[in-house]
């Protein structure tokens, strides 16, 4: 099991991760390289390297945003996963 960890801009958003064949994952409170984050738990046998995925982003004023990337599954002794997209940052406008 790996975890990708995501960090959202102020720390209290909510992630969730729609792979493209189907597997919706939500995240979790948690806490990665010392920051508040959203972990995400990812099973390597429904989410596999390389294809895409959504990564929606939730804040408590109803804000969304939403990107899709593609998975990389890194050799980090902690295991954790990462999303190759642009940075997620919290929109002040729509």
Do not use: C
């Amino acid at each position: 099991m790996r975890q990708l960890a995501v960090f959202t801009e102020p720390d209290d958003g909510e992630a969730t991760l729609r792979h493209d064949n189907g597997i919706v994952t939500r995240g979790k409170p948690g806490e990665a390289d010392g920051r508040p984050a959203q972990l995400i738990d990812l099973d390597e046998t429904q989410y596999v390297e390389g294809h895409g995925a959504w990564l929606d982003l939730k804040w408590p004023d109803e804000s969304t945003l939403s990107q899709h990337g593609a998975l990389k599954f890194h050799t980090r002794s902690d295991g954790r996963a990462a999303f190759e997209a642009d940075v997620f940052r919290k929109p002040t406008s729509f």
